[in-house]
């Protein structure tokens, strides 16, 4: 009798969750990410980094990223690949504050040499926003010009979402 008593519970509850108005988790997550490049006379930089949001509403969302980015200068070769959490605030509709933490780790070539080491990056963003694109700047306040490969601290955002 517990068995069936079980078995009825189970599909009660089945059948409710799936009658619900709520939103499933995965409707309210968007995918996209942001990319890069420049073009120097001995300069080549790509960059790409996906990343998945979950939107709580109007004007929070936060999730995981990864990166990748690949510069040429001269001789020196670098292969950066980085994860991190994103996090964005909408406080209006034109406008997008976001926080990024991204660890990044480094594998470097010049001639023979190779080297490796890692760095971490907290990025603190304003950008205009229209639907799900923003451009604009980000701040990198753990900024060490020693243990970095970017020349700056401030960098662009160019970041899309679907």
Same mark, same amino acid.
């Given at each position: 009798m517990k068995?069936?008593?079980?078995?009825?519970?189970l599909i009660s509850l089945?059948?409710?969750?799936?009658?619900?108005?709520? %939103?499933?988790?995965?409707?309210n997550v968007r995918y996209?990410?942001?990319?890069?490049f420049g073009f120097g006379k001995h300069n080549t930089t790509l960059a790409i980094a996906p #990343?998945?949001?979950?939107?709580?509403d109007d004007q929070f969302a936060v999730g %995981? #990223?990864?990166?990748?980015?690949?510069?040429?200068?001269?001789? $020196?070769?670098?292969?950066?690949?980085?994860v991190g959490v994103i996090g964005l605030y909408n406080p209006?509709?034109?406008?997008?504050?976001s926080a990024e933490y991204e660890h990044s780790f480094v594998t470097q070539k010049l001639g023979i040499y190779k080297g490796h080491f890692d760095f971490p990056a907290l990025y603190l963003? $304003?950008?205009?926003r229209s639907g799900w694109f923003a451009a604009g700047l980000r701040y990198?306040? $753990?900024?060490?010009? #020693?243990?970095?490969i970017y020349a700056s601290a401030l960098s662009p955002i160019i970041r899309f979402y679907f």
């Open positions: 068995k069936i008593a079980f078995l009825f519970l089945s059948t409710f969750s799936q009658t619900s108005n709520t %939103p499933k988790f995965w409707d996209g990410g942001g990319f890069g #990343s998945a949001i979950y939107v709580f %995981p #990223s990864i990166s990748y980015l690949y510069n040429k200068n001269y001789d $020196l070769t670098s292969n950066v690949y980085g209006v509709d034109f406008l997008q504050l963003g $304003l950008a205009y990198d306040v $753990l900024y060490d010009s #020693s243990d970095t």
